[in-house]
């Protein structure tokens, strides 16, 4: 269920394009499964539930859509690998939930262009023919994308081309939609986006702050709470992980700053949370929480 609250008089919401199913140890990379199966229990075929969470801001700019999820372009059989149910439009239904329809964003801003993160960008036109014309989820809003990721995904290497699709770009180049960004981007009065390099080469997180309030949407950049008590644990797929580890330590540094609330995308435990002081240094306390296996059936 979407989470709705106000930072300052700016009102967000937490949306979500539902759940995967993931290998457990491409998020722990390093650690082994005795430490972090402490965290996360996985299931017998040592895969973890990820959630697939996107923010929503009012913005005084207009309404801004922070990644787009999995979308609904996935075959059969990738929603069996990876523990998806056959449901279709589960962040349209979110986002009909607090109240708006795709027309309304204004603004689709990715964090990066793995698949998990901008598959929802754009739709088959005929959800029953997988071979009808791909076209923008969202049709008044630009899309922002970094220079450098647009690259990245453009000429993907060996280890990077399993995770972009260019049809979740290339039909909103040909519809004048897509808006390639360089670097850090005030979106709107309050609303602003910072490159945080390691997951990717321009990975970005979104601040929201007004009032004396804030929020830092993490994206990759840190997308379970666990890895950001403990630094060293990054993932398998961060392309530069002491660099993420660097960027973490910043994030983390601004944060307890701010009392900022942080918003993490893939932890399907802890939505949200503030650092408080600990024993090893800055901690996480949960404020929205979920249940990762609410069912049995799931697993
Ligand atoms: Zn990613």
Known sequence: MPSSFQIGSIPCHIVSDGQQLIDGGSFFGLVPRVLWERVIRPDEKHRIPAQMRCLLVQSPAGLILVDTGQGDKITAEYRTQFGMDSSNRRLESDLSRVGFSPEDIDIVLLTHLHADHCGGNTR????????????????????????????????????????????????????????????????????????????TGSMQVVWVEDGGESLL?????????????????????????????????????????????????????????????GPRGAT????????AWPEEGLR
Not at 284 to 291: A, F, G, Y
Request: charged share 25%.
């Open 124 to 199: 088959l036109s005929d959800p029953t023919d997988a071979e009808s014309e791909v076209v923008a989820t969202f049709p008044n809003a630009r899309y922002l994308i970094q220079r450098l990721e647009m690259a990245e995904a453009s000429f993907p290497n060996e280890r990077t081309r399993t995770h972009y699709f260019s049809e979740n770009w290339e039909p909103l180049r040909r519809s004048g939609q897509l808006e390639i960004v360089d670097g850090d981007q005030a979106l709107a009065a309050g609303v602003r986006s910072v490159t945080v390099p390691g997951h």
């Open 284 to 291: 996480v306390v949960p404020e929205i929480t979920e249940v």
């Open 217 to 277: 949407f993490l994206g990759d950049a840190c997308s379970w709470a666990a890895h950001m008590d403990r630094l060293a644990w990054v993932p398998a797929f961060d392309l530069e992980p002491m660099r993420s580890i660097e960027g973490k330590r910043n994030l983390r540094c601004q944060a307890e700053e701010k009392n900022a609330l942080l918003v993490f995308q893939h932890d399907s435990q802890v939505v949200t949370g503030r650092l408080r002081p």
